[in-house]
């Protein structure tokens, strides 16, 4: 893939996955401060607004993981080892990165480490 082509990529989707994390860290601050709020008012079940703040915080999770693969990956093409396992060193098929630009390893090095 194209170098410039692979930073374009990357950098929109850092963009719309820190949109996304701050939006759901927004909303497990609200989460957070709901059950707080409920459990001075009512003496009610605390275990919906639990679920909600732990599938926040699962999917902040995730966003901060793909943020990181993605910051690495910009870091590669800065370094010049962008398209490269970063396990092996060997190249990384277009295709693979065309459907992954934060992609690190071939798809069988992926596969062997699942």
Not at 2 to 15: K, S
Not at 20 to 26: D, I, K, N
Not at 60 to 72: H, K, N, T, V
Not at 88 to 93: N, V, Y
């Given at each position: 893939m ?14 719309e996955?820190?949109d ?7 909303s497990?601050r609200?989460?957070?401060e709901?059950?707080v709020?409920?459990?001075q008012?009512?003496?009610?079940d605390?275990a919906?607004?639990?679920v ?7 999917i ?13 990956a ?13 396990r ?6 277009d ?20």
């Open positions: 194209d170098h410039d082509e692979a930073r374009t990529r990357l950098l929109a989707e850092r963009t996955v820190a996304l994390l701050a939006g759901t860290e927004s497990a609200e989460d957070r709901t059950e709020e409920d459990a008012v009512y003496d009610s605390a919906p607004d639990l909600a703040e732990g599938m926040d915080d699962a902040a999770d995730s966003l901060r993981e793909r943020m990181a693969a993605l910051d690495r910009l870091k590669r093409l800065d370094d010049g080892t962008y398209g490269r396992s970063v092996s060193g060997l190249p990384i098929p295709e693979r990165l065309e459907a992954d630009p934060a992609a690190e390893l071939t798809v069988e090095e992926a596969r062997a480490a699942t």
